[in-house]
């Protein structure tokens, strides 16, 4: 089953000579369950698609479809978007965007807490044991390390069991133990918790953690294949 079909999908930006095709006419679809890597030059339109599909972004008027889990993100207003992207998409940040007065776990919970849905506590202490956070239930995110923060980033996307995970560059702004930690967490977040995950990144060793690359240049898919 597909969870995500992207269909003749275009993001302009500029008018006339200076007119940019960020994505240009792209179309793919993502099978729930699969864990794919996007990746591609800076400048390549990868972050442009991936902000598109959280509803982050807009496609241009009447140029594709955005479908998840059955529902065209591009046809809802404002209002609706919001909330779809609340309760369906999970979205993971490089700089993690944490809200600087919440606990580690109210960060974590917060979607939830948005929605004035009761916090499934049992959930949350499985969550933060298998993201190492243990001891920090407490803790703000300046008395963490970047890892950390990211680890708690994660962990906020989980949460609600969205039907799309979405990743972008989550590893740039960490050093390479923490990187291979962050894509560690990743792969246990599709494998054990079933999560559909898009990852856009520019390295290529971190793409091949994942099932499936798509490498993406000048605004289009240019190969599709498993990464192994």
Same mark, same amino acid.
């Given at each position: 089953?597909?969870?995500?079909?992207?269909?003749?999908l275009?993001k302009?930006?500029?008018k006339g000579?200076?007119?940019?095709k960020?994505?240009?006419?792209?179309?793919?679809?993502?099978?729930?369950?699969?864990?794919?890597?996007?990746?591609?030059?800076?400048?390549?339109?990868?972050?442009?698609?991936?902000?598109?599909i959280?509803?982050?972004?807009r496609?241009?008027?009447?140029?594709?479809?955005?479908?998840?889990?059955?529902?065209?993100?591009?046809?809802?207003?404002?209002?609706?978007?919001?909330?779809?992207?609340?309760?369906?998409?999970?979205?993971?940040?490089?700089?993690?965007?944490?809200?600087?007065?919440?606990?580690?776990?109210?960060?974590?919970?917060?979607?939830? $807490?948005?929605?004035?849905?009761?916090? !499934?506590? %049992?959930?949350? =202490? +499985?969550?933060?044991?298998? #993201?190492? @956070?243990?001891g920090?239930?407490?803790?703000?995110?300046?008395?963490?390390?970047?890892?950390?923060?990211?680890?708690?980033?994660?962990?906020r996307?989980l949460?609600?069991?969205?039907?799309?995970?979405?990743? $972008?560059?989550?590893?740039?702004?960490? !050093?390479? %133990?923490?990187? =291979? +930690?962050?894509?560690?967490? #990743?792969? @246990?977040?599709?494998?054990?918790?079933?999560?559909?995950?898009?990852l856009?990144?520019?390295?290529l060793?971190?793409?091949?953690?994942?099932?499936?690359?798509?490498?993406?240049?000048?605004?289009?898919?240019?190969?599709?294949?498993?990464?192994?």
């Open positions: 089953m597909n969870i995500l079909e992207v269909k003749n275009t302009t930006y500029g000579d200076s007119l940019v960020a994505v240009d006419n792209v179309s793919f679809s993502v099978k729930e369950g699969e864990f794919v890597a996007i990746i591609g030059a800076s400048g390549s339109g990868k972050s442009t698609l991936l902000h598109m959280g509803g982050v972004d496609p241009d008027k009447k140029q594709g479809s955005i479908e998840i889990a059955g529902e065209d993100i591009c046809k809802l207003n404002d209002n609706k978007l919001a909330i779809f992207r609340r309760q369906r998409i999970g979205i993971i940040y490089q700089f993690y965007n944490l809200i600087p007065v919440l606990s580690v776990t109210e960060n974590i919970s917060l979607p939830t $807490d948005l929605d004035k849905k009761e916090v !499934d506590e %049992k959930y949350l =202490a +499985e969550l933060i044991d298998a #993201l190492g @956070l243990k920090r239930e407490t803790h703000l995110p300046n008395q963490l390390s970047g890892g950390q923060q990211q680890r708690v980033a994660i962990g996307a949460f609600g069991r969205p039907s799309l995970i979405l990743a $972008d560059e989550p590893t740039g702004n960490l !050093d390479s %133990k923490s990187s =291979a +930690e962050i894509v560690k967490l #990743l792969k @246990l977040a599709n494998k054990k918790y079933k999560q559909t995950i898009i856009v990144t520019h390295d060793e971190i793409a091949k953690q994942a099932d499936r690359v798509i490498t993406f240049a000048d605004g289009k898919i240019v190969s599709d294949k498993g990464a192994k």
